[in-house]
């Protein structure tokens, strides 16, 4: 089999989403004069952002009461009063300021300047359209990559095969010649083997579990072993 065709997930992969979170909760605290400490917000935030992802994916709730219900469920964890009007208003806040922290996994552009001269590289993300340009755009990966494929341009989310088959043919790619590479199991590499590309899993911390049979990396680039 030839590969030809790279499609890459966004967030957890290339782009290093928790940090960059934890920067832009740092920011808006601030700004909006939120008296709770940072590292007790995430720790409970994190885990319902994880939690709430996995809803949206799964047409449980919509991107306002995800962007809603995350900020309402940790305030309410941590014990600190907060109005309706001021979580939208931090929620809105949260979405503007995002994509000003670029923070990249270690060896991202090592990976795509290596992968560039071989491949053709795309990106297919559940990300909300209006940031994931503009995460890229700011931190330098958008010139790697032919096609952006957002799960909103789609209609529906990863894993649904509807994502992967609408990004093939977009890139005029086939699931032989195609190969995605993400940090979801369930979203990017089930989702994919499901459709019938091959699949790299990117495991960088040690509490992600990986499948049985599927290849997987613990920095971007060891991907360099298969590609």
Same mark, same amino acid.
């Given at each position: 089999?030839?590969?030809? =065709?790279?499609?890459?997930?966004?967030?957890?992969?290339?782009?290093?989403?928790?940090?960059?979170?934890?920067?832009?909760?740092?920011?808006?605290?601030?700004?909006?004069?939120?008296?709770?400490?940072?590292?007790?917000?995430?720790?409970?935030?994190?885990?319902?952002?994880?939690?709430?992802?996995?809803?949206?994916?799964?047409?449980?709730?919509?991107?306002?009461?995800?962007?809603?219900?995350?900020?309402?469920?940790?305030?309410?964890?941590?014990?600190?009063?907060?109005?309706?009007?001021?979580?939208?208003?931090?929620?809105?806040?949260?979405?503007?300021?995002?994509?000003?922290?670029?923070?990249?996994?270690? $060896?991202?552009?090592?990976?795509?300047?290596?992968?560039?001269? @071989?491949?053709?590289? =795309?990106?297919?993300?559940? $990300?909300?359209?209006?940031?994931?340009?503009?995460?890229?755009?700011?931190? @330098?990966?958008? =010139?790697?990559?032919?096609?952006?494929?957002?799960?909103?341009?789609?209609?529906?989310?990863?894993?649904?095969?509807?994502?992967?088959?609408?990004?093939?043919?977009?890139?005029?790619?086939?699931?032989?010649?195609?190969?995605?590479? $993400?940090?979801?199991?369930?979203?990017?590499?089930?989702?994919?083997?499901?459709?019938?590309?091959?699949?790299? =899993?990117?495991?960088?911390?040690?509490?992600?579990?990986?499948?049985?049979?599927?290849?997987?990396?613990?920095?971007?680039?060891?991907?360099?072993?298969?590609?």
């Amino acid at each position: 089999m030839k590969i030809e =065709h790279v499609f890459f997930d966004l967030d957890h992969t290339l782009w290093d989403f928790e940090k960059n979170s934890a920067l832009t909760f740092e920011k808006i605290f601030i700004e909006n004069n939120i008296d709770v400490k940072i590292d007790d917000f995430l720790e409970v935030y994190v885990p319902l952002n994880l939690k709430y992802w996995k809803l949206y994916r799964n047409e449980k709730v919509s991107k306002e009461e995800l962007r809603y219900a995350r900020l309402k469920k940790s305030f309410d964890a941590v014990n600190y009063s907060i109005s309706d009007d001021l979580i939208e208003q931090l929620a809105t806040a949260y979405i503007d300021n995002l994509s000003e922290f670029n923070y990249l996994f270690e $060896g991202t552009f090592e990976l795509l300047d290596y992968l560039k001269e @071989k491949y053709t590289l =795309h990106i297919i993300t559940n $990300g909300f359209e209006e940031v994931q340009n503009k995460k890229m755009v700011n931190s @330098k990966l958008y =010139h790697y990559f032919d096609q952006i494929i957002t799960s909103e341009s789609v209609g529906v989310k990863k894993p649904n095969p509807k994502v992967f088959n609408f990004a093939l043919e977009s890139a005029n790619a086939r699931k032989d010649n195609s190969i995605m590479i $993400g940090d979801s199991l369930e979203a990017d590499i089930q989702g994919a083997l499901d459709v019938g590309l091959e699949a790299i =899993h990117c495991v960088f911390d040690d509490l992600t579990a990986t499948g049985k049979n599927i290849v997987s990396v613990k920095k971007l680039l060891e991907i360099k072993q298969y590609l």
